[in-house]
């Protein structure tokens, strides 16, 4: 057939549908750089890892919530030079809109409790488990997306928040069987910082983009990070006086540095007594290193490590009061956590806790005859009613149907013959422990 219309020359069929069958050249089947595929065995690895992200937050009696991973490219930009914000996956939509695929979602949070304004009554405790992008150039071949688990509480200013989200960290950790000797929970606060800074008389303004520079202690050298803190404006001595604090291990010796009347070291000796309590003691450590690298962090941060070192940061969170003034509304006190697919997963392979989850199926049935086709539909659909996860199988040899059974873990093959059929039964053979028998049909459960 020859394809003709006023826009287009005529085509040929085989051009307008493009190339067919062997000759042509086969797709790129890979995904997008940077970017996963989840096939079945990796999916459900996935789903048991989010199941147990999940039933943390049900314990935590947090509730779910959810945003589109497309946001409005105005709700990250923000002038602290922060990596996450200089890669941006953004773009402009057909409307000519900013759009960003979000790189994190803690603003989604923060815009949704903004938008629901007084409907929203605090505090809020909500979970989300959502993808976040970056547009890394590939130079690294480091990923694009992740997932993450992110657990966040909107109206307690009190550092009880902050033990509540270490408790989720730790529980989670547990319920894969990880130990505080494979984990620890590096925790300080900003207000560490902001204390050093003003014993140094550096403007207020600064300290944004100095715990955006100093959070990449251990990523660039000490050189780098005085030339950074220098061209900010920051003093030589000052930076020496930084970075002397930040090496700091022991909250007693930053009460010697600092004094016991400031918020920074009250509010860490709080969380560290509130820790005894919950009982998670041995998981938690002060390191003043720990800054985090978001901007909008205010006061405590934590982020979980693996203690042999060789992993990048497992989770990381801490509290955000002033994030809601950045979008031009009331500030309400806030801190909360993301948690990645990805690091975790290392973490587990390293630590042989990866769980076995085949593929599992209650029943196979199969009919012997094709007569019988109907029979073994309204059988399998009779088990299925029932809540049994039934696969349907025709058309095979019997020796098949005993390889797919192995394949895919069924627990039960239920034979459907002639013989027994007139008998109102079917044969019934238990996969595990080989025992076969006659079952009347009504008697199938
Ligand atoms: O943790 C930073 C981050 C953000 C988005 C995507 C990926 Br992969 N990583």
């Given at each position: 057939r020859v394809l003709s219309s006023s826009s287009s020359p005529?085509?040929?069929?085989?051009?307008?549908?493009?190339?067919v069958g062997k000759g042509s050249s086969l797709i790129d089947v890979n995904p997008p750089r940077?970017?996963?595929?989840?096939?079945?065995?990796?999916?459900r690895l996935r789903s048991w890892l989010f199941q147990n992200f999940r039933e943390v937050s049900r314990?935590?009696?947090f509730e779910e919530v959810d945003f589109p991973v497309l946001e409005s490219e105005a709700l990250f930009i923000r002038k602290a030079g922060e990596e996450i914000t200089q890669q941006l996956y953004n773009?402009?939509?057909?409307g000519g809109r900013r759009v960003?695929?979000?790189?994190?979602?803690t603003p989604s949070l923060a815009r949704l409790v903004i938008k629901q304004g007084k409907s929203a009554s605090l505090p809020l405790k909500w979970f989300t488990i959502g993808q976040c992008w970056r547009y890394e150039r590939m130079t690294r071949g480091r990923r694009r997306e992740h997932y993450q688990w992110n657990m966040d509480i909107f109206g307690v200013s009190k550092v009880r928040a902050e033990a509540e989200l270490i408790q989720a960290v730790v529980l989670l950790f547990e319920r894969l069987g990880?130990?505080?000797?494979?984990?620890?929970?590096?925790?300080?606060s900003r207000k560490v910082l902001q204390a050093v800074l003003q014993m140094y008389a550096i403007p207020e303004n600064l300290f944004t983009q100095v715990c955006v520079i100093v959070d990449k202690l251990g990523k660039i050298t000490r050189e780098e990070m005085e030339k950074e803190l220098v061209s900010l404006g920051v003093s030589t001595k000052a930076v020496n006086g930084i970075i002397e604090v930040l090496s700091l291990k022991s909250l007693s010796k930053l009460e010697e540095v600092l004094g016991s009347e400031g918020e920074a070291v009250s509010e860490l000796k709080k969380l560290f007594s509130l820790a005894e309590s919950y009982g998670y003691a041995d998981w938690i450590c002060f390191d003043a290193s720990v800054v985090r690298g978001l901007a909008y962090y205010t006061g405590i941060v934590?982020?979980?490590?693996?203690?042999?070192?060789?992993?990048?940061?497992?989770?990381?969170?801490?509290?955000?009061?002033r994030l809601l003034s950045t979008f031009g509304t009331d500030d309400i006190p806030a801190c909360g956590f993301g948690f990645g697919d990805a690091v975790i997963v290392e973490l587990l392979k390293e630590k042989a806790l990866l769980p076995d989850l085949s593929h599992k199926v209650d029943d196979i049935v199969f009919p012997l005859d094709e007569v019988l086709d109907g029979t073994a539909s309204s059988i399998a659909s009779s088990l299925r009613k029932k809540g049994r996860s039934v696969d349907l199988v025709e058309d095979k040899r019997l020796?098949?149907?005993?390889?797919?059974?192995?394949?895919?873990?069924a627990s039960r093959l239920i034979l459907v013959g002639n013989s027994e059929w007139e008998r109102g039964a079917v044969r019934v053979k238990n996969l595990s422990t080989r025992e076969e028998f006659e079952v009347k049909i009504d008697e199938l459960d």
């Amino acid at each position: 057939r020859v394809l003709s219309s006023s826009s287009s020359p005529t085509l040929t069929q085989e051009e307008a549908d493009g190339p067919v069958g062997k000759g042509s050249s086969l797709i790129d089947v890979n995904p997008p750089r940077g970017t996963r595929d989840f096939p079945p065995d990796d999916m459900r690895l996935r789903s048991w890892l989010f199941q147990n992200f999940r039933e943390v937050s049900r314990i935590l009696s947090f509730e779910e919530v959810d945003f589109p991973v497309l946001e409005s490219e105005a709700l990250f930009i923000r002038k602290a030079g922060e990596e996450i914000t200089q890669q941006l996956y953004n773009f402009e939509d057909k409307g000519g809109r900013r759009v960003v695929l979000r790189p994190e979602i803690t603003p989604s949070l923060a815009r949704l409790v903004i938008k629901q304004g007084k409907s929203a009554s605090l505090p809020l405790k909500w979970f989300t488990i959502g993808q976040c992008w970056r547009y890394e150039r590939m130079t690294r071949g480091r990923r694009r997306e992740h997932y993450q688990w992110n657990m966040d509480i909107f109206g307690v200013s009190k550092v009880r928040a902050e033990a509540e989200l270490i408790q989720a960290v730790v529980l989670l950790f547990e319920r894969l069987g990880i130990k505080s000797s494979d984990v620890g929970i590096r925790v300080s606060s900003r207000k560490v910082l902001q204390a050093v800074l003003q014993m140094y008389a550096i403007p207020e303004n600064l300290f944004t983009q100095v715990c955006v520079i100093v959070d990449k202690l251990g990523k660039i050298t000490r050189e780098e990070m005085e030339k950074e803190l220098v061209s900010l404006g920051v003093s030589t001595k000052a930076v020496n006086g930084i970075i002397e604090v930040l090496s700091l291990k022991s909250l007693s010796k930053l009460e010697e540095v600092l004094g016991s009347e400031g918020e920074a070291v009250s509010e860490l000796k709080k969380l560290f007594s509130l820790a005894e309590s919950y009982g998670y003691a041995d998981w938690i450590c002060f390191d003043a290193s720990v800054v985090r690298g978001l901007a909008y962090y205010t006061g405590i941060v934590f982020e979980a490590f693996d203690r042999q070192g060789k992993l990048r940061a497992i989770c990381g969170g801490g509290r955000y009061d002033r994030l809601l003034s950045t979008f031009g509304t009331d500030d309400i006190p806030a801190c909360g956590f993301g948690f990645g697919d990805a690091v975790i997963v290392e973490l587990l392979k390293e630590k042989a806790l990866l769980p076995d989850l085949s593929h599992k199926v209650d029943d196979i049935v199969f009919p012997l005859d094709e007569v019988l086709d109907g029979t073994a539909s309204s059988i399998a659909s009779s088990l299925r009613k029932k809540g049994r996860s039934v696969d349907l199988v025709e058309d095979k040899r019997l020796k098949w149907v005993f390889k797919h059974a192995e394949r895919i873990g069924a627990s039960r093959l239920i034979l459907v013959g002639n013989s027994e059929w007139e008998r109102g039964a079917v044969r019934v053979k238990n996969l595990s422990t080989r025992e076969e028998f006659e079952v009347k049909i009504d008697e199938l459960d």
